[in-house]
């Protein structure tokens, strides 16, 4: 009877052992789970910084390159007009790279507005120029390019 009487104390002791197990299991677990998740939304949440950062086709200069005056070719008719050279960032480089200036026809009711350097805390960066319809003002100059 001995025997049967250590069965009986060592089945109980074992379940509870194994339950010991389990529970520790499920804790160190849901931990993992729990780490898991923090770091995927940190992976993400940076993964979101870099993209849009990536996206900015802004970048700061602490002074404007120098300007170079290139030819102007053969004006195609009388009604186009120069555009001037612009400033285009190369993010390889950190620098601006100039951009000749063209002919272009004028659209109707449109004014052209020509690029500029503006200045913020984080340095100089280049406004684009771009086609403006006659009446609108955003505060640039205006070269009064119209047709």
Not at 46 to 52: E, H, K, S, V, Y
């Amino acid at each position: 009877m001995k025997n049967s009487e250590i069965l009986r104390i060592d089945v109980p002791e074992s379940n509870h052992i194994e339950t010991i197990t389990a529970s520790t299991r499920n804790i160190v677990f849901g931990k993992v789970v729990r780490n898991f998740k923090k770091l995927t939304i940190l992976t993400i949440l940076a993964g979101t910084g870099l993209f849009f950062n990536s996206c900015s086709t802004t970048g700061y200069v602490t002074s404007e390159p120098a300007y170079y005056e290139h030819p102007r070719p053969q004006r195609p008719s009388e009604v186009h007009v120069w555009i001037d050279g612009d400033w285009e960032y190369n993010r390889s480089s950190h620098a601006y790279v100039q951009r000749n200036g063209y002919w272009e026809q004028p659209r109707p009711n449109h004014n052209y507005v020509s690029g500029q350097w503006q200045s913020s805390p984080r340095g100089k960066y280049w406004t684009k120029g771009h086609w403006q319809k006659n009446g609108q003002n955003n505060g640039r100059r205006n070269n009064q390019r119209s047709h």
